[in-house]
């Protein structure tokens, strides 16, 4: 079975600091994707950054950063200089080809200090 | 504006009675999905459609029913056959949903179903 741990039920991080999030998974499928989706108080899921599990290079996206280790099965996600408007819940998800569909983690609760 | 949108953000239903939620989408898009979240867990997957006139169950699908009858509109009916239907309900859309290659998955606000 296909599964995602957030080991990490709540974080904090003073403002303009660096804060890693760690995710797990477990697949026995070689070809996936991995996400990190943001849900601030409002609810809206939003898309961090994503990691194709064939590209070997870690995604950036401005503060927004992943270290993907494949044969560790491990996915964490860096925020750095963290602004007071990243605090929201942290998502890690696995997409797999079939079936098509999304499996999340329990989620990280970040909360940024000023 | 393209977007995603679910009615209405907050529902109450007495214990008992079936509920509809709303979702809609103006994206184009063939996929759809309706996930609940509950608290201290992530989002779980009720039901998806990857096409019209056609929908699959997901992992917790007991309780639930869809329907797909037109490409914009993806209503989820919670019925009293659901144990436990308070919770946060997500729905979602991509452009494909085939699973050939992976579309990025557009949430909508959401609705807080409550039973009293």
């Known amino acids: 079975a296909q599964t995602v741990t957030q080991s990490q039920p709540e974080m904090s991080v003073q403002e303009a600091e660096t804060v890693t999030l760690s995710c797990t998974y477990d697949?026995?499928?070689?070809?996936?994707?991995l996400f990190w989706y943001k849900q601030p108080p409002s609810r809206q899921m939003i898309l961090v950054i994503r990691?194709?599990?064939?590209?070997?290079q870690n995604a950036t996206e401005n503060r927004f950063s992943v270290n993907f280790q494949k044969a560790a099965k491990s996915f964490s996600l860096k925020i750095s200089d963290s602004q007071l408007g990243d605090a929201a819940m942290y998502f890690c998800?696995?997409?797999?080809?079939?079936?098509?569909?999304?499996?999340f983690g329990t989620g990280t609760r970040l909360q940024v200090f000023p | 504006d393209g977007g995603i949108t679910q009615s209405p953000k907050y529902l109450f239903r007495k214990e008992g009675q079936n509920v509809t939620l709303s979702c809609e989408q103006n994206?184009?898009?063939?996929?759809m999905y309706w996930y609940r979240q509950d608290p201290g867990q992530g989002l779980r997957l009720i039901y998806y459609?990857?096409?019209?006139?056609?929908?699959q169950k997901g992992d917790i699908a007991e309780g639930y029913s869809v329907s797909r009858e037109k490409k914009e509109s993806f209503p989820l009916t919670v019925t009293s056959a659901q144990k436990n239907p308070t919770a946060f309900y997500l729905c979602?859309?991509?452009?494909?949903?085939?699973?050939?290659?992976?579309?990025?998955?557009?949430f909508g606000p959401g609705t807080r179903l409550t039973v009293l």
């Open positions: 979602a859309s991509s452009i494909d949903g085939t699973g050939i290659s992976y579309n990025e998955q557009f």
């Open positions: 697949t026995s499928e070689s070809d996936y994707y």
């Open positions: 990691q194709e599990a064939y590209k070997q």
């Open positions: 998800a696995l997409f797999l080809d079939a079936p098509d569909k999304l499996i």
């Open positions: 994206l184009n898009h063939d996929a």
């Open positions: 459609s990857q096409i019209v006139n056609d929908f």
